[in-house]
């Protein structure tokens, strides 16, 4: 692949695919809101831009075949900030990718968007939506925003509901638990799968 971005290339999670998804590429591009994200890798280069910037989004867009869409704010916040990251961000991307010509965006969902379901109940992907929380409802958002531009303009996008990708300090984050290995290892696969489509997955 020529060229990858990557968003919220600064964040936790972000942080830890940067090196191997520069051994996917010849150019990857990564991009946060901060000053600085450090060191970068070979081919790796930093942009500074912010989500809620639709022309920004496109310019880092130009010329890529994918986005790994990891920026947001990552946990549940005040409304006004949750719209703008989580939601506008998330249209932004869509919409540049669409713009740009993109193939597919990986993106970071989460569980939280079926989160009020009870923990007796075993449910899959295609229960609808139950957020508990403003952060959810974004995750919500951006699952019905990739079906309509794989719908409407055939932009592929794989939903990574991630569980817990943390280090384990408690026994629910034991039962919910995804190494970072793993985690690299699935955004990798959705990257590379010939096809998606639109998917959902755990």
């Known amino acids: 692949m020529k060229k990858l971005v990557l968003t919220g290339a600064a964040g936790r ?24 994200i450090g060191k970068l890798y070979p081919g790796e280069t930093y942009v500074k831009a912010d989500l809620g910037d ?6 880092v867009l130009d010329g890529a075949e994918m986005v790994v869409h990891f920026g947001a704010i990552g946990d549940e916040a005040a409304w006004d900030k949750i719209l703008h990251s989580n939601i506008i961000g998330a249209y932004n991307v869509w919409e540049a990718a669409a713009r740009k010509g993109l193939r597919r965006v990986v993106y970071a969902s989460s569980i939280h968007a079926v989160g009020m379901y009870p923990k007796t109940q075993r449910i899959d992907t295609e229960v609808p939506h139950r957020p508990d929380t403003y952060y959810g409802l974004a995750k919500c958002f951006a699952e019905d925003l990739g079906s309509l531009y794989w719908d409407k ?4 996008s794989v939903h990574l509901r991630i569980l817990s990708a943390a280090q384990v300090n408690n026994p629910r984050a034991l039962g919910s638990w995804l190494s970072y290995d793993d985690l690299i290892h699935l955004v990798q696969q959705a990257i590379t799968t010939p096809i998606t489509g639109f998917s959902v997955i755990y």
Do not use: F, H, N
Request: glycine share 6%.
């Open 13 to 36: 999670l972000g942080s830890y695919l940067r090196e191997p998804l520069s051994q996917m590429c010849d150019r990857l591009v990564s991009t946060d809101w901060t000053e600085d």
């Open 54 to 59: 639709l022309e920004a989004m496109e310019a």
């Open 153 to 156: 303009k055939g932009i592929e």
